[in-house]
Nanobody
Framework: QVQLVESVGGLLSPGGSLRLSCAAS???????AAWYRQAPGKQREKVAH???????YYEDSVKSRFTISRDNAENTVDMQMNSLKPEDTGVYYC??????WGQGTQVTVSS
């Protein structure tokens, strides 16, 4: 059974930083891992992914601010989020290669 557990998000001030982590069991992030977010009233969108060759993708609005990484030994995928903006607010989800989602974690950026 595939299970993903995301770390707790939080309430951040603009310009702040947060590191999200997703731990997997029953699957592996070696081939692929991704983070999505769903802002209030909007569809879920991909924020970043990392492929088996370590090629990464970032949605335009987060380029140079977010960094996705994984630890194959620990079977985790992290996303370091810097210079947070109010428009980064949303529920963040990690996803396993099988298409299984984590439970989501709320990130709110507000002054």
């Amino acid at each position: 059974q595939v299970q993903l557990v995301e770390s707790v998000g939080g309430l951040l001030s603009p310009g702040g930083s947060l590191r999200l982590s997703c731990a997997a069991s029953g699957t592996s992030f070696r081939q692929y891992a991704a983070w999505y977010r769903q802002a209030p009233g909007k569809q879920r969108e991909k924020v970043a992914h990392i492929a088996d060759t370590n090629i990464t993708y970032y949605e335009d609005s987060v380029k140079s601010r977010f960094t996705i990484s994984r630890d194959n030994a620990e079977n985790t995928v992290d996303m370091q989020m810097n210079s947070l903006k109010p428009e980064d607010t949303g529920v963040y989800y990690c996803i396993a290669p099988e298409g299984v989602w984590g439970q989501g974690t709320q990130v709110t950026v507000s002054s």
